[in-house]
Every structure is written in structure tokens, then in C-alpha cells.
């Protein structure tokens, strides 16, 4: 039996063209739909925001836009550095083999209990859905966690 390797966004592949995901999952790399041209700014800014959240984390500090607003303290480094890279990130693998993964931005602990955190920096447009596919991108990283 084929292994499968999914995470949020190739779900998000198989919610807006289930044709596509297929050729995506079983017939790979040539055969993947082209890719929309995007802006490197968003990179660059999560970049900045990891290191932002990570100068606080040193101090054991919440960021003042989020201390008071959320419960938890945040990850400590070692998790986080961990979970923000694709080959260590989160994962759940079934009986088959097959994976689901994830890569966290950022992450809160309180009393045992995990808060996903992704920072959203975009160089296009919200589209109509864009709420349901980040609601499909934490929900998989909740069941992760």
C-alpha cells in the first residue's frame, strides 16, 4: 500500500481541486499544478516574528501584544526550533505509514494544554475563504498537538 504524506496544505489542495490533489499525492513532484508567483516579504516578515517571540521566550515573557490576551506561557526553544522545521515538526503516522504533518510558527503551553500560534503575512490579496483554510490549518495542527 502507497504511504501518504499530507499536511495543511495539501489538504487545502484537495478542498479547492480534488482532481489536483490527486495528481499531487499519487502522481508527485511532475505533476504538481504550477505554482502562483508570490511575494518573498511574507518570508521574510515571519522570519522576523520568530525572532521577536523568541527574544521574549528568552525572558520568559509573553510579547506585550499578546500578554493579558492569551493564557499559557510560550514553548520553550528547543520544542519550538523542533516543531518550526518541515523533517521535525509535528507528525501523526498511521498503521500504513502514511503521515500528516505540520510546521508551527509559534506555540503556547498552559497546564498541559497547547495553543497553536501561526502568523499570517501575506504579499497578495485575502481571498473569500481564507478563514476556512486557516481553520483547516489549525484544526490540524490541534489534532497534532
Not at 487545502?12 to 508567483?37: A, M, S
Not at 500528516?100 to 485575502?126: A, H, M, Q
Request: a positive charge; hydrophobic letters at 35%; glycine letters at 6%.
Amino acid at each position: 500500500m502507497k504511504e501518504f504524506f499530507l499536511s495543511p496544505y495539501t489538504l487545502t489542495i484537495f478542498l479547492d481541486c480534488p482532481r489536483c490533489f490527486w495528481f499531487h499525492v499519487i502522481k508527485g513532484q511532475d505533476y504538481r499544478r504550477p505554482e502562483v508567483p508570490t511575494s518573498t516579504l511574507p518570508r521574510g516578515m515571519d522570519s522576523l516574528i520568530k525572532k521577536y517571540f523568541d527574544q521574549y521566550r528568552k525572558n520568559n515573557l509573553l510579547p506585550p501584544e499578546i500578554s493579558g490576551v492569551v493564557k499559557g506561557k510560550l514553548v520553550d526553544k528547543e520544542v519550538i526550533e523542533k516543531w518550526r522545521y518541515w523533517k521535525t515538526g509535528l507528525a501523526f503516522i498511521d498503521s500504513d505509514g502514511s503521515k500528516l504533518f505540520g510546521v508551527l510558527d509559534e506555540c503556547l503551553v498552559s497546564n498541559g494544554v497547547y495553543t497553536p500560534v501561526d502568523y499570517k503575512t501575506r504579499g497578495f490579496s485575502l481571498k473569500e475563504d481564507s478563514t476556512s483554510y486557516y481553520t483547516l490549518q489549525m484544526s490540524c495542527y490541534c489534532f497534532l498537538l
